[in-house]
């Protein structure tokens, strides 16, 4: 800042600006200048969450047997309800390092009463080991969703998408048999959903989105292709990544790009090894994969020209 002063009054005495130009601009960069005392508040209340949390275990693991049900659902309970409060309070600051710091109390938050009613379906109401899966996810995600509605910042949609994957996969545990082979599809049309409803604007903010929405395409194709011995989910992968490099050019995202291309060189090499590690043996598949995936970066190169514009 003494540089900028320094080089205003200098263009000021040359005549190049004048004084109300100088006072204008002098403004203008303070009031862009980060909050040092907000940025302190910042990082104090992250250190304060995370010693909250490290606590919280160094007492669990001491003394967390010995406690009644109420005793733990109570040290619970008042550590979330004081997160939610502290959250709260700090979104409605005008300092964005501070609403910063809102979005990960509200985050520890969600992971509180995933805790909370942990100990209550284990404890008081002793529900078997399948019911304990919906106990625990189905009021994370109910509470991850009205902290998201509100306040649409990235831990925000971090919560809700992990809290509607756990909550989907923990419905499906409770059929018997558990179809733990189709769980990587489950993930890969979740993902799929992600995608879209961050394209059509529904699920906020846009970018963390397709980035989340991205990974679970990438791991459960993947996923259902060893689960399920089969090639048709890897196919689907690609077929995905096809739509997501198309949808970067229209779209003009960058984040798309990435992910088509990342999905691109995940699940080609796996088709490839699985047609022709047999038959033409794994050094020719391993040349065939290089040769390809090159072939693919230089698509990729020149897709990224038509996504970003000239």
């Known amino acids: 800042m003494r540089d900028l002063d ?17 006072d204008a601009i002098t403004e203008f960069e303070a009031a862009a200048r980060p909050d040092r005392s907000s940025l302190i ?13 490290v606590a919280l275990w160094v007492f669990m693991a001491e003394y967390w047997n010995d406690l009644e049900s109420w005793a733990q659902l109570a040290l619970i ?8 409060a502290a959250g709260a309070w700090a979104r409605t600051s005008s300092s964005e390092a501070v609403r910063r710091l ?14 909370w009613f942990a100990v209550l379906s284990t404890g008081s109401l002793d529900a078997s080991s399948k019911a304990v899966a919906l106990w625990i996810t189905v009021p994370a995600f109910v509470v991850a969703l009205v902290l998201w509605l509100p306040f ?3 831990l925000q949609v971090v919560a809700l998408v992990g809290a509607a994957h756990a909550v ?14 189709w769980f990587g599809m489950i993930i890969w049309g979740i993902g799929t959903a992600c995608v879209l409803l961050a394209w059509g604007d529904v699920l906020e903010p846009t970018g963390t989105s397709y980035g989340l929405g991205i990974v679970a395409i990438l791991l459960g194709p993947s996923m259902a292709g060893t689960g399920l011995d089969q090639a048709w989910p890897l196919w689907l992968g690609l077929l995905t990544a096809a739509a997501l490099l198309v949808a970067s050019i229209s779209l003009r995202e960058m984040v ?20 022709f590690r047999d038959t033409l043996g794994v050094p020719v598949a391993l040349f065939l994969s290089g040769v390809l995936l090159i072939a693919v970066a230089l698509l990729v190169a020149r897709l990224k020209r038509e996504v970003t514009g000239p």
């Open 256 to 275: 798309l790009l990435v992910g088509g291309a990342g999905a691109v060189f995940v699940f080609l090499p796996q088709l490839i090894f699985t047609y």
């Open 77 to 84: 309970g008042v550590l979330t309800l004081a997160f939610l």
């Open 168 to 181: 989907v996969l923990s419905a499906l545990a409770q059929v018997e048999p558990v179809p733990f082979d």
């Open 152 to 154: 649409r910042k990235l």
């Open 6 to 22: 320094d080089n205003l009054e200098r263009w000021r005495a040359g005549g190049l600006i004048s004084r109300e130009q100088v």
């Open 41 to 53: 508040a910042e990082v104090l209340g992250y250190l304060g969450g995370a010693l909250a949390i």
């Open 102 to 115: 809102a979005s990960f109390l509200w985050f520890l938050s969600v992971a509180g009463v995933a805790g």
